[in-house]
C-alpha cells in the first residue's frame, strides 16, 4: 500500500506566503510524476496546481502566473509547494497526487487526503 501524507495546510492573509509538503510511505519502487492538485469547489473537478516529473520537469496551472514553485526530493519521496502572494480565490482543498510504481504493481496514481489552505483577512 501506498500512503501521502499532506501537512502545511492554514489560514493565510491575502498576499501572504505558504508552503505545502507531502510525503509518500509505503511499498515504493519509485514515482513518476508527483505534485498538486487542488479542489477550489469540494466535490467539482480538481485543478493542475503544479506537478514535477522523476526527471524534474515542471508543470503548472495557468492561474499560477509565476507565485508558486513546486520542488521534489526523490530519495526523500518528498513534493513541497511554495505559494507567494496568495489571494482569496486560491482558497482551496489541495491534494498531493502521485504516480507510483511498486514491486508488484505498475504506474497506478494515489492521492493524499487533501488539506485546506483558507486565504482571508
Known amino acids: 500500500q501506498v500512503q501521502l501524507v499532506e501537512s502545511g495546510g492554514g489560514s493565510v492573509q491575502p498576499g501572504g506566503s505558504h508552503q505545502l509538503s507531502c510525503t509518500a510511505s509505503g511499498t515504493i519502487v519509485s514515482i513518476k510524476d508527483m505534485g498538486w492538485f487542488r479542489e477550489v469547489v469540494r466535490g467539482q473537478s480538481r485543478e493542475l496546481v503544479a506537478v514535477a516529473s522523476a526527471s524534474g520537469t515542471e508543470r503548472y496551472g495557468d492561474f499560477v502566473k509565476g507565485r508558486f514553485t513546486i520542488s521534489r526530493e526523490n530519495v526523500k519521496k518528498t513534493v513541497k509547494l511554495e505559494m507567494r502572494n496568495l489571494d482569496e480565490h486560491d482558497t482551496a482543498v489541495y491534494f498531493c497526487?502521485?504516480?507510483?510504481?511498486?514491486?508488484?504493481?505498475?504506474?497506478?496514481?494515489?492521492w493524499g487526503r487533501g488539506t485546506l489552505v483558507a486565504v482571508s483577512s
Open positions: 497526487k502521485a504516480v507510483v510504481i511498486g514491486p508488484d504493481f505498475p504506474a497506478t496514481q494515489y
